[in-house]
């Protein structure tokens, strides 16, 4: 729980503080305070070891230790995972501007034309912020409400049920009906034809 306030507090004011300064001057004034951070741990116990109250232990040897490199089957699975990602972007985006399927892209420009009021009212920035807000406190909205939750969610699907029917039933309705299948004709009996007996 405190890593999880520590890490939401920062990505809300580092994503705040965006709306007035520049991406660079964040992230350079955001390595500054950590660098601040470390340097006063680093000399604290530098003096701990002169005073000869500390055996020399780095406060940070654990991260430093750590390796974050990867392997060459590790870099060859992320590349191919990430040109996967974009030529099935670049396929997409063909399929639907150049309109391969027609319902796919309607609903396409139906999502553009919505996407230009959500601009028109906020900006990407607001909606990341939201995004954030949204990730770290559902899963404790739910943990601490998941009964009602769960009420509203089942009835709710019990909504959509209902208009679905109520729609099939008014297209079963409008929809014309097929002409009754006519009876299958009886066989016609054979004519037998008798040869006349010559005398």
Not at 123 to 129: D, S, V
Not at 171 to 193: E, F, G, H, M, Q
Request: glycine share 4%.
């Amino acid at each position: 729980m405190r890593w999880t306030g520590v890490v939401f507090t920062g990505l809300v004011m580092g994503l705040a503080s965006l709306f007035q300064l520049s991406a660079i001057t964040v992230l350079s004034h955001v390595c500054l305070g950590i660098m601040c951070i470390t340097a006063a741990f680093r000399l604290y116990y530098k003096l701990l070891e002169v005073l000869r109250w500390n055996p020399g232990v780095h406060p940070f040897q654990s991260y430093l230790d750590y390796d974050s490199s990867l392997t060459d089957k590790e870099t060859v699975m992320l590349v191919e995972e990430v040109v996967l990602l974009i030529a099935f972007a670049v396929t997409e985006m063909k399929r639907l501007l150049f309109i391969e399927n027609m319902i796919d892209s309607i609903k396409f420009v139906l999502l553009l034309y919505l996407l230009t009021y959500v601009g028109i009212a906020t900006n990407g920035l607001t909606l990341i912020i939201a995004a954030v807000i949204a990730v770290f406190s559902l899963p404790l909205l739910y943990k601490k409400q998941q009964v009602r939750i769960r009420k509203v969610v089942r009835a709710f699907r019990a909504f959509v049920k209902k208009i679905r029917n109520l729609f099939d039933s008014l297209y079963a309705l409008v929809r014309p009906s097929s002409p009754p299948a006519s009876k299958p004709a009886p066989p016609a009996t054979p004519v037998i034809k008798q040869k006349s007996k010559s005398k």
